[in-house]
């Protein structure tokens, strides 16, 4: 669990805003040929969750209702924390195409640095709209920040 | 000799004038570039590349073990991932190493024109239908499916013989493979390199656009500069053309993401340090590098096929349209993000072309037979709603540019840049009331891809042309677009 609420980093006296965990939240930011996404969350396992629900948006550009298929385990095994959410970015990409399932709702049920195990329930569509090609490692960063985490990650588009 | 400091987007490097059209950043620029980085530009399109990223991504790829010569940045370069798009790199064989980012996650992307056997005036009323039919009958968008569906056998013989197969399936003309890159098939491809899951995204997308700035235009030849290239090429001024972009879609982008993910695994075991993740890499030698290859080859095949099988459908459209006696010609067909290896002079290379074209000229043997007294024919598409154009490739280019040019206009503003500046109703009508017959399935991305989200492709051509990295032969105009 890579949370900063049980690390006391703070010099006594200065205001410790990480009690205060990160509301997850996504934005993109501004690049030539693709599209970069910054992610914050409290935890690293609410930011994969967060993660997950960014690539929603973009394959799911229209609004979409409640999802309509079952809990499905994703399990990800990478060489480390920070390809381990670019390869489950992958791996979500990799099941809208070949199922045309968008996974819209997620539940990291564990997540260590090389290793995640997450449920997640979709939607259905006809055709894939599978926007994004990939996550790349270009500028990848996953940052421990006040409050929980932040991630950089650009996506080929 | 005169030199100026240049500012970069992130970091400075010293950058020395060659000439009017070159730049170079001396392999001192920064102490892990083993060469230098020469960039193909002009003032203007000079202004733009140092506006972002491109210039750290093109030092970045001269870090790469056994780069050779120079490595280079088209004047349509732009920031990409690891490589920028419109970087060419050459690796020795002997102690280079290959790096999927070098190539692109579409592998193949790439560009064939058909030119038809009437004049445009002669479609007149029926461009629209056409257009419309085009729409309907080559599925676009994302990762929507196509109507060829392949069993897993006939998949691994597209990935192994490319545009080979779809002669046999009797969806290619027995003249199309001579004028294809390499006869549209790499012999050394490796279907058992490519694994279940590319094959999963990849079994039902032949014959399809995909999206982004993927499209079919149909347009007309409104000049030609070097008669005799377009008559090589038959091409003369009225005609009626049709421009094919797109790559090998989401069997491509799979083989990348696998690969890459392989390769990231595999550089501690190599010693290989990078000052991008995204430059993941092996010895072309090793294991990991000859397999990339193999499946690299494979996802090119698979390109090439479904450019083939793109240009059926459009044939079929166009004899719905207006008769039989209707033909469209394939005149080229050709990559601009792949790795091959190339001779020159004594040396073996593997040249990374990424959003680069390769250009070979009249006396290069890869020339095609039918092309071998002007050079290769090269098609920049320029930005939606602006001129295309036909070049020819130089023999000039090979010691310029190890055989490369430009690959389009290349983009100068984010899409999201590009949604707020104007809606995409706008730019529809814009386009509409010019003439240019519009089938997209979103504003949203018509967007994105709007002209001004582009440098200005007739000054990126002159560069080329000026720089002696091709030869300008024929403009062409846009009548029709079906974007992706």
């Known amino acids: 669990m890579y949370s900063f609420a049980s690390t006391p980093r703070f010099p006594s006296g200065w205001k410790d805003i990480s009690s205060t965990a990160l509301a997850p939240s ?24 967060e993660a997950g629900r960014a690539l929603a948006g973009l394959q799911l550009p229209a ?20 390809a381990l959410l670019v390869d489950w970015l992958n791996e979500l990409i990799f099941r809208a195409e070949r199922d045309r399932w968008i996974a819209v709702e997620f539940e990291i049920r564990h997540a260590s640095a090389t290793h995640l195990i997450a449920l997640a329930r979709g939607v259905r569509v006809s055709d894939a709209p599978a926007l994004v090609k990939a996550a790349t490692l270009h500028e990848l960063r996953v940052d421990a920040v006040p409050g929980g985490m932040e991630a950089h990650v650009i996506l080929d588009i | 000799m005169s030199s100026s400091i240049s500012e970069i987007g992130v970091g400075h490097y010293r950058s020395i004038r060659v000439d009017d059209l070159v730049r170079e950043i001396p392999a001192s620029a920064r102490p892990d570039m083993r060469v230098p980085a020469r960039i193909f530009a002009d003032d203007e399109l000079w202004q733009q590349i140092v506006g972002d990223r491109s210039l750290d991504q093109l030092v970045n790829v001269a870090t790469l073990r056994g780069v050779t010569g120079c490595v280079y940045a088209m004047p349509d370069v732009h920031e990409g991932y690891g490589f920028p798009v419109g970087g060419v790199a050459a690796m020795r064989m002997e102690d280079g190493v290959i790096s999927p980012g070098g190539v692109g996650y579409d592998i193949n992307c790439g560009v064939r024109l058909l030119a038809s056997n009437l004049d445009a005036e002669e479609v007149g009323p029926k461009l629209e239908a056409i257009v419309h039919d085009l729409s309907r009958t080559v599925p676009s968008g994302t990762g929507r499916g196509g109507r060829i569906r392949l069993t897993e056998s006939e998949l691994d013989r597209v990935l192994a013989e490319g545009s080979r197969y779809l002669l046999e399936r009797g969806m290619a003309l027995p003249e199309d493979l001579p004028v294809t890159e390499a006869q549209g098939a790499l012999a050394a491809a490796d279907p058992s390199q490519v694994s279940s899951r590319a094959k999963q995204r990849g079994h039902d997308q032949l014959g399809t656009i995909g999206s982004g700035n993927h499209f079919i235009e149909v347009q007309l030849v409104d000049r030609v500069f ?39 695994a595999a550089m501690l075991r190599e010693h290989i340090q990078l000052p991008d993740r995204e430059l993941a890499c092996a010895p072309i030698a090793s294991v990991e590098g000859r397999a990339y290859f193999a499946a690299m080859c494979a996802a090119a095949n698979f390109a090439w096929a479904n450019r083939q099988a793109i240009t059926h459908l459009v044939r079929e459209v166009f004899e ?23 001779r020159y002079g004594d040396a073996t290379l593997l040249v990374h072309r990424k959003g680069a074209t390769r250009a070979f000229g009249p006396g290069h043997p890869e020339t095609p037979e039918p ?5 290769q024919p090269v098609f920049i598409p320029g930005s939606m709603g602006t001129v295309s154009y036909v070049l020819a490739g130089t023999d000039e280019a090979l010691s310029r540019s190890c055989g490369s040019t430009c690959h389009g206009a290349g983009r100068a503003m984010s899409r999201g840049a590009a949604k707020r500046r104007q809606p995409g109703f706008q730019i529809r009508r814009e386009l509409e009331d ?44 846009p009548l029709g677009v079906v974007k992706g």
């Open chain 1, 26 to 49: 996504h934005r993109f930011l501004e690049h030539t040929g693709e599209l970069a996404l910054l992610i914050r969350a409290g935890s690293f396992e609410e930011l994969l969750e």
């Open chain 1, 63 to 82: 609004a979409h209702g409640p999802p309509e298929t079952d809990w499905e385990e994703i399990a990800v095994r990478s060489a480390d924390r920070d």
């Open chain 2, 226 to 264: 070097d008669t005799a290239a377009a008559d090589a090429f038959g091409l003369h001024v009225g005609q009626l053309t049709v421009l094919i972009h797109t790559g090998s879609r989401g069997l491509g982008h799979q083989v990348c993401t696998d690969y890459v993910r392989r390769m990231d």
């Open chain 2, 320 to 342: 719905r349209a207006l008769g039989p006696a209707r033909r469209l010609r394939l005149v080229y067909d050709v990559a601009h993000n792949m790795a091959k290896v190339e």
């Open chain 2, 371 to 375: 092309y071998r007294a002007v050079g």
């Open chain 2, 434 to 477: 010019r003439g240019i017959v519009v089938r997209c399935p979103s504003n949203a991305e018509l967007a994105e891809e709007a002209p001004y989200a582009y440098k200005d492709v007739e000054r990126v051509v002159e560069v080329v042309a000026r720089a002696g990295l091709a030869r300008k032969v024929a403009r062409l105009r």
